[in-house]
């Protein structure tokens, strides 16, 4: 249950959340068609397609009101079909019918980052376009807002976006060497005047509910204090990615910090834990990961190798050796009493947990950064 599950809401988040722009044009457009994910009659068919899902693609039915609540059902892969959430923006319901079972948890629209956060991250490490197109998309014109990475590791994205209706059709990336790849595409849509309350009741009400456990919310300078090991967390990633939340999963007693980064367009999350113990990690072929300073680092992300590779690297002994012996353009004691500070918080790799500081210099750790 856990494995289709975290599958199923990483799909959605991808499909409904990913998207920020910059420029006048781009911008109203994009923020249109944010604002109004969740605010919208529509019922379609969207193909989720991304290296974090087991199986590749994930097909799903949707209906949505624009009272916030929205309702899938799986299509594709046939070992997932006919499982169900209702998500209402506070609690999110679940079934499965080969085991007859229901689960609520907290929505995780609840802790969602709310659209001037994104576009504000999004503005630093894209530039973005309408470009013109007589594409359609299910039927529908579109139009086109192409975000160009200001890093060359990362691809460029297209948005499709209803003509009419401001939804988000379809989104595609394009690599260097100019492939394609569709990470969300509408199959079919159509956008109801009216949608029945009674067809958000399509969970069973006679099975008891069971409570999923969600994580334990927390911060990089809190996090040390609450698992068993030390995990680093460096205060800057690469390519202008930022880190936008702390979980803690505990796992049979075990402990694994997630850490959910954004770099305002795309989503990912870094899994940290002790290498001597077996947790359950989302393991797809698309992760990445390697032993650092006494932790397991894993990635995951709709991103290239070459990415996450970058994402990595602000996790190992070299970016903090770099970081120490760097030689410096600013006077010595203010290196010395901003040395000081960092040690006296606990954010050097010897301490109990690395967080950002507020010092007189700021220090890119990966070479990348903003």
């Not at 991808?14 to 249109?32: E, F, H, I, K, P």
């Not at 460029?156 to 988000?168: C, G, K, L, Q």
């Not at 505990?250 to 077996?278: F, H, M, S």
């Not at 050796?321 to 040395?339: G, V």
């Amino acid at each position: 249950m856990k494995t289709w599950f975290r599958i199923a809401c990483l799909g959605l988040s991808v499909g409904l959340t990913a998207v920020a722009a910059a420029g006048d044009d781009a911008l109203n457009l994009l923020r249109r068609a944010l604002d109004a994910t969740y605010r919208v009659n529509a019922r379609k068919i969207v193909v989720y397609t991304s290296d974090t899902y087991e199986n590749g693609t994930l097909s799903v039915s949707v209906l949505q009101a624009r009272s916030g609540e929205v309702l899938t059902t799986v299509v594709q892969p046939l070992s997932m079909q006919g499982l169900k959430t209702m998500d209402d923006g506070k609690v999110l319901k679940s079934y499965c019918p080969d085991q007859k079972k229901v689960w609520h948890q907290e929505s995780p629209r609840a802790h969602q980052p709310d659209t001037d956060y994104r576009l504000a991250i999004a503005q630093r490490n894209y530039a973005f376009v309408e470009e013109r197109t007589d594409q359609t998309v299910a039927g529908r014109r579109i139009r086109l807002v192409v975000a160009k990475p200001k890093n060359r590791e990362l691809p460029t994205r297209h948005y499709f976006i209803d003509r009419e209706t401001p939804v988000i059709l379809r989104i595609e990336t394009v690599d260097r060497a100019g492939q394609v790849a569709r990470v969300m595409d509408t199959r079919s849509v159509e956008y109801p005047e009216e949608v029945s309350r009674v067809a958000f009741r399509a969970l069973p009400e006679s099975i008891k509910p069971e409570p999923v456990g969600v994580p334990m919310r927390t911060t990089a300078a809190q996090v040390g204090n609450k698992v068993d090991f030390q995990p680093h967390i460096p205060s800057r990633l690469a390519l202008g990615f930022q880190i936008e939340g702390v979980d803690i999963i505990r796992e049979k007693g075990q402990n694994l910090v997630a850490l959910r980064i954004t770099d305002g367009l795309t989503t990912g999350t870094i899994y940290l834990w002790d290498p001597k113990e077996r947790v359950n990690v989302l393991n797809t072929p698309g992760s990445l990961e390697r032993q650092v300073d006494g932790m397991m680092v894993r990635v995951i992300g709709d991103v290239p190798t070459a990415a996450k590779e970058r994402l990595l690297q602000a996790f190992s002994a070299k970016a903090w050796d770099s970081f120490l012996h760097r030689e410096p353009k600013i006077e010595p004691t203010a290196l010395a009493n901003a040395y000081a500070a960092a040690k006296a918080a606990g954010v050097l790799p010897n301490g109990p947990v690395i967080r950002p500081i507020e010092v007189t210099i700021q220090f890119d750790l990966t070479g990348g950064g903003h």
